[in-house]
């Protein structure tokens, strides 16, 4: 019988499928709502020491829709990071504990270019008995204009200083999260995991503009006539975290080999997170799904997991973690193999023109069929 309980960085999970920093895990109420439901980690909506400077607008969201089904495929955001009060947050990650004690609540943390915040903002979250935390080096909106989220996760020397602030006094399991506004996500990753970083999150939302009304002339989202640069995700984001965690993967794979990998980026089913662990991610994590679904998505999404490992007869998610790497190459290799198989199969086919009785011979292919036989 296939389970689908894993055991990441230390932490205890009872399934790979984590809710996302974002506004599924914005308060003590969803997040409770969140494990009740069945999710086998919540990552709070991103905290700061100051929430007095995180000021939200509306509307702050626009969606992409199929043209023909009319499905959200994809969705871009303005929000900033928790506008709710530090204070408010620390009770509500102890009330959260004390209900919940066997679950693992991650606390998403950002904060300036200080190290004495880094340092504050993580010995406030463990002794509010948070199980580990990831570090919003990433939102790419905003929070940028104040040096914060991914003007740090863009930099990897900055990314590596403050990683290590972080490590100086963190006593739980630590991941960094990426941006995937970057050339090469290889490079703030390693400068995350040097740093002693316990592993990666990847991604966060793609920089986008959605979007122009064409009756207003205005860009979307619009607020008072004007818009922002975004973030973008969902569904149609998928194609490039993956490529994005596989990368990633594979750095820890030779680099780093006990450091773990969660993906996120367009999760929302099943079959899209067996696809990320065969990649080499330990764990999914879901947001903009669950702002479209509900927090009921994680059990057809458990059932449709299971049933995949049930098909190959994998027992455990670290039966086929990292499975599919091996099958990336180069184009130059994919062009030699392709080139010997071809060559194995004119042999074959020549083979087969061969006649072994004389009922074989036929009128069409007369002439090959005596050439095949000849010497010379
Ligand atoms: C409305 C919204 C708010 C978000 N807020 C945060 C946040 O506070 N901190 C963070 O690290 N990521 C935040 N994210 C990014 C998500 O955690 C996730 O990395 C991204 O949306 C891609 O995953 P998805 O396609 O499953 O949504 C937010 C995403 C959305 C859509």
Redesign the pocket.
């Known amino acids: 019988m296939a389970t689908l309980e894993t055991t990441v960085n230390g932490l205890k999970l009872p399934n790979p499928f984590v809710i996302?920093?974002?506004?599924p895990g914005t308060n003590a109420n969803v997040i409770g709502k969140a494990f009740d439901e069945g999710w086998g980690a919540v990552i709070c909506?991103?905290v700061s020491l100051d929430a007095s400077k995180v000021i939200n607008v509306q509307p702050r969201?626009a969606r992409l829709r199929s043209r023909k089904s009319g499905e959200i495929y994809g969705?871009e955001?303005i929000?900033l990071?928790?506008d709710r009060p530090f204070a408010t947050w620390i009770d509500e990650f102890k009330k959260v504990k004390d209900q919940y004690p066997d679950r693992i609540l991650i606390a998403?943390i950002m904060e300036e270019y200080h190290r004495d915040a880094w340092h504050e903002i993580v010995h406030r979250c463990q002794e509010a008995g948070v199980d580990a935390f990831?570090l919003?080096m990433?939102?790419p909106h905003g929070l940028p204009e104040r040096k914060m989220g991914s003007a740090m996760g863009e930099n990897p020397d900055i990314l590596e200083e403050v990683c290590g602030w972080v490590k100086e006094v963190a006593k739980r399991p630590v991941w960094a999260?990426m941006t995937p506004n970057i050339t090469h996500i290889e490079d703030p990753s390693r400068a995350s995991l040097r740093a002693g970083c316990d592993g990666i999150s990847a991604?966060?939302?793609i920089r986008s503009v959605i979007g122009v009304d064409l009756e207003t002339l205005r860009p979307e989202p619009t607020v008072e006539g004007y818009t922002t640069l975004g973030?973008y995700?969902?569904q149609a984001?998928m194609p490039i975290a993956l490529r994005m965690c596989l990368e990633i993967a594979t750095v820890i794979k030779h680099e780093f080999p006990d450091r773990t990998l969660s993906g996120?980026?367009?999760?929302e089913t099943g079959n899209d997170a067996a696809q990320f662990i065969l990649l080499g991610c330990d764990t999914v994590?879901?947001?903009?799904?669950v702002?479209k679904s509900g927090y009921g998505i994680v059990k057809p999404m458990q059932e449709q997991l299971l049933a995949f490992m049930e098909r190959h007869a994998f027992a455990r998610v670290e039966d086929f973690r990292g499975h599919s790497v091996q099958f990336f190459t180069t184009h130059a290799d994919l062009v030699r193999r392709q080139t010997e198989a071809r060559a194995v199969k004119k042999v074959e086919a020549e083979q087969k023109k061969v006649v072994k009785t004389d009922a074989e011979w036929h009128g069409d292919d007369f002439v090959k069929q005596t050439d095949a036989l000849a010497r010379g």
């Open positions: 996302a920093s974002g506004p909506k991103t969201y969705w955001n929000e990071i928790s998403s990831e919003n990433s939102c999260k991604i966060n939302t973030g995700s969902s984001v996120v980026g367009g999760i994590q879901v947001c903009t799904a702002m």
